[in-house]
């Protein structure tokens, strides 16, 4: 061991050694039963279901999940009196014949096993000590002070591993071959195969300290962010579309690459946690920060139609819930959405105190619209060093045109005041009579405008009459109007304010004449609705749909959605002047049959001009510059100039070339800015009202209101006399007396390190989950963490450095039969890949791997037709081209609803939801996607591309060589006879056979070796296949 | 060419490795075997070449083998196929009573005036037990209408598609759940040697929006992955990866996976690890899956009788050749078949939308319980039909609304009491009132017939013993039992 050989750090071990043993050095006595350990998990399992702190479920008032409830007394007697067992009633009820006394009751299905009422027995004949559940207790200090030195940490930590595996007659296994050690931290630390390099510098360095510069080398590559954020990703469900219903993409990935930077940079996960719950609320937070607050963003949203805002609002803040106390707390605080936590301290009361943390957040229920439009909430753009430097150059160039737009000359005001001139006058008209065909009321209003009231009917046609119009009308206007009455004020009664006008005709009749159409032309309007435009023929929601008959659908017509609430004018050339003789009347039809929820129009008035055509040329004048221009000049207003000119200058032939300079450098900007990622943020605005929910009933609005809190059972110090925020959030979190987030954080780094958690569930630690095995090493571990500042690395350091982890994860005889599950650690773990490893590991053998940090999300090859069932819109995935399609596995586009299906037959989880731990299961579709999948097929030719350029001529070195890329070891003799077997049937067969070589050296975007004979390659590409394909590639041991 | 629904022993195996034209040699082949006598401790990990489930024996005498679920996604019109309101028909464009909407969930009709929707298609009392079904199913009505056993009293819990289908398939509207079909080859394991336990097939109709289906509805959430649902693709290859590299023919792939096996046989007598014997059973797995699958999907060889029946001649992704190939991996021992149908978000046009959606799935769904009939599978097979939620008695123009108070699904077939009725909502066909039912009652029900006692059946996941059929009370709905 390296660090032996240096005799100052022995002596300084020794030292700490003798002061660790004297701290630590109680008693291990087999018989002592310990409450936590041994008694808790036959209470919670058999128990707590009707006597725990779920009220609706408690039967006969009585609680066995408490101190006060266990040593308390029912009825007739003491539940448990300590050292008494024959007169404590629990062991009575669990020993009484069958019949009602007996306990659990048959009803609950559950049986007690002999053994365990034993232990019951000798707990409280021992004097039933209690204990509070362990994860919730302050972490236990085991040495007098905080270990200054990373080594002693380490010796620390082996110490105890070797004192818990001497109780069970156990020992550490040998320690792992060299070259298996620095594959297995090569994996553990940075997810990629021992790297050629970083071997060549291990042989370099001095023997004791080659293993330390190492682990140090990993630390400090770039790509140990990437494996950490690939664990940190899941907990925090980071994806990269959206999740509900058409599960549209977003832009997320600066969130991502924020996480691995911090990683990389050994931020302290205090402060980590703070930036993501609560960065926007830091003082003038960076931008870092406010990506980093994209944390609480990360959750699913929806934009399906009909869905109820407060629905999904509801459905977001309890999936906060479960996040936050999933990522930190590793407790299971969403069971108690709906009903008190059966088994664990928590109450609804605690839920919705806890989502109350979240209710600041600016969001949507429903993001309506946002599958045309994208706007999926507060967002913020990243662009890299050299974007924003285009950015700021094209913005200065924008800002210079802009001066010389925005600057008066003689000229242009002479020009302006020509144009105010020609400007046309309108006058209103009243309509003699109005009526509504499908029960809407029609009246006018004070100023004369016509508004609807009463039913609200889907389709609506209205026909209003004139009797008096001034002669030689050359067009009409339509002016529609807000109104206060109408929803979300109008102009159209629609739910958000919109109509649809989708013919408007024009008759004169006089007497019993029969009607004359009037030919109206060259429609113009102030605005028409571009969103939601889908389907229309027009592409928009455009006047011309008004007029055309209905000959692209009865349902276009024109629309302004984005303007409800503004005034809006359409105007009508009439084809010939339009003179009314007397008693001819004219008629206003206006259809508006769009249907879907009251398109019709609220509130609007008809005007008349007599104006020279062609009216529509100069654009339509909105109502307040119409207004201006009535207004003689001196009597203008700064605004009513000021929007005089600015229209004035966006019209005038006189500045049409800076105009359309501004407008291509605009679109080039544009162009760019689309280039630039942007990440989700969040926003904190005023607080929603968060109620109680009774069984998670969102349309219940009786509950008690609550304010922001952490769980009762939790809370210590807790700042007072005032609301608290997220930040309080984060900080009691991360702060001194909270004992579970450091015990949750280094239980998972643990199980990255060894395949499995010193406390086995890394999403439960509440009395459900498993105790640790080892619940002095997480305490230290968990302080030791604590102490130096949060500091990640060295957590990691501590670990890897000790001699349990550098054992050899092969099982002695001795190990396989006292601890099948290892859980006392006389061996390393040994187990698959995860998912992005798997595919990472081939790409770096084969040398294909583009090892870039960061950016967009990519898109390697998948089957067609994968997203078929994706719709609104519907997409097809497109593959990537050159390098995106070799990149590491964690920067694959995940499409929540339909992951990649290699990652996903792996085991990666679709981060829908919070996931602590990933299954690792041995699959068929595993075979096929290592056999199959095209990515795997291209690795391995590409690993026999560099085998037949870089080895020696002969088989065996060529498969010594390949093996060396692919398990850092040659190939046994029994080995390579298989394969050579392999490549000889292959010879034969390719050679017969070159188009089916050709055929398999295509596979792939990357064009094969030219130089290669092709039987030759596609012989050794399948042994190269068979190479990728073994069990040996894909583990780490 | 039909397969025996399992491979009992070693020497059927053997005889239909050597029916593919290269069986693996019989070195390995002797190898393969000895292995299955092996066994390992976790029940996720295979310790036979097929896994037997959890539930050894049986909490209840079992019914069932398998289930197909035909899935009217999108949301089908209980009013309009299987629940005949005359009442509603006489309320026609009559403003909905407030009484019965007051206070109600409602989807894309929120804030707008609520009126009556008549039925929009005649019914008729079919076969000797007098089902009222409406006109639009003659084949299901003429054919089958004394084996269905329908309720008219469901209700569920979301009103939105995704939510409600994810609530359908996995018993709560929040992702990360299995689906039934992952919880059947966890508790009961599989029957099939050659093929997934649970499969997935989709067909999209012409009829309604095609509403996005995800794959979470027939993922495994937190059980492990090899409890999956896999998806055979119309188009493609029918499993993903499950075609050979462009190349590399069927005997030199062999070769690979013998290669592989070898090298992984020889760590394993390193190492002992029975993860890697795991792996090696996968890889024969997968092999065999590569000839099986196109072979499945392969349905020349049916007679034409029953090309006829269908009015398929299979291949085209249509619904009535995935009930062809339902049968199909049913008689191979597939235990959980669900079949999608995108077809039936009928926001508007109900009458013509409903009519023509029926007439995509009518005579499929009549021929495969005809089919299952005359094989004699139909005794031991579930068959469920029915969708998320049901649609709205109010008129959405000319259509209706998602709708979740009230709505029908029917089970044929393994100890459902055929020619029943059960259940009713009230006159106007919003809420369920008689006898109703939750889609967690209706998995309890499914979950009896194959043999297992819903509130035994637990995995547990971050610390709570987790059912299918979630924590409210639910119940088995015993009159529906034959």
New interface residues.
Partial sequence: MPLAQNAIVRRLLALIILLFVAVTGRAQDGNVIEFNRDILPILADNCFSCHGSDRQQRKAGLRLDTRTGLFGATKHATVIVPRDPDNSELLRRITAATGDEHMPPAAAKKTLQPNQVRLLRQWILQGAKYEGHWAFQPIRSFTAQPTTDRAASTEILDQLVEKSLLAQQLTTSPKADTITLLRRASFDLIGLPLSEAFAAAFAGFPPAFAYERFVDQLLASPHFGERIAIWWLDLVRYADTVGYHGDQPISVSPYRDHVIAAFNENQPFDQFTVEQLAGDLLPSPTIKQRIASGYNRLGMMSAEGGVQDKEYLSKYLAERVRNAAGTWLGITLGCAECHDHKFDPFTTRDFYRFAAFFSDIKERGLYSGANDDGNWGPSVKVPTTAQSEQLAEQDRAIEEQQRVLDTSTPSLAAAQAAWEQAQVTWTDIAPASMRAKNGTQLSLRADGAILASGSRPDTEVYELSFCNLPAGVTAFRLTVLPDDSLPNHGPGRADNGNFVLTELLVTTRNGAEKAQSITLQNPVASFEQTGSAGGNPYGKWAIAAALDGDAKGKTFGWAVMAQAGKPNVAIFETAADLTLTPGTTLSFTLEQQHGGGSHTLGCFRIAVTKAQRPIANAGVLSLELAAAIATKDHLRTAAEHNALATHFRSITPLLEPTRERIKSQAQQRKLLLAQVPSSPVTEAVARRTVRVLRRGNWMDETGEIVTAAMPAVLATNAPEGRVLTRLDLANWLISADNPITARVFVNRIWKLCFGRGLARKLDDIGTQGEAPTHPELLDFLAADFRDHGFDVKRLIKTIVMSRTYRQSSIESRAARERDPDNRWLARQGRFRLDAELVRDNALAISGLLVSTIGGRSVFPYQPKGYWSYLNFPTREWQDGTEDSLYRRGLYTHWQRQYLHPSLLAFDAPTREECTAERAHSNTPLQSLVLLNDPSYVEAARALAEIVLQQSGPSPRQRLDFAFGRALSRPATDAESAVLEALLRNNLAQYTNNPEAAAALLHIGARKPAADLDATLLSAWTNVCRAILNLHEVITRN | MTFPSSFPNGIARRSFLKGTGFGLGSMALSALLAKNQRAS?DP??QSQMRFCGVIKPRHITPRAKRVIWLYMAGGMTHLDTFDHKPKLAELNGKPMPESVTK?Q?I??L????LHCFGPQHAFRQWGKSGQSIAEIWPHLGTMCADDLCIVRSLHTDA?????AHTFMNTGT????RPAMGSWLQYGLGSECDNL?GFVVL?S?GNFG????????QW?SGF????Y?G?EF?S???P???????????T???H???S??R???E??DQR???P??Q??VR??E???R??TSVPDLMDVSGEPSHVLDLYGTKGGDGSFAANCLLARRLAERGVRFIQLYH?DWDHHGAVKEHSAGSAKEVDRGVAALITDLKQRGMLDDTIVVFGSEFGRTPMAQ?DGR??HLAGFTMWFAGGGFKPGFSYGATDELGYHAVENPCSVHDVHATLLHLLGIDH??FTY?????DSKLTG?EESVVVRELLA
């Fill in positions: 401790q996720g990990k206070g969930q989807a894309q929120q804030g707008q005036p009103i939105n598609h995704d939510p509207m929040n992702a990360g997934p989709v999209t929006q095609k509403q996005p289906i995800a794959a979470r993922h059980l492990p992955g090899q999956q896999v693709r188009t493609g290859a499993v993903l990866y499950v075609g050979n590299p462009n190349g590399v023919s005997a030199q792939q070769d690979v996976v290669a592989v070898s090298l992984n020889l760590a190492l002992a690890d993860e890697i795991t792996r996968q890889y797995l997968a092999f899956m590569q995108r123009g609304d998602h509130q035994r547990k996941y971050q610390g709570l924590v």
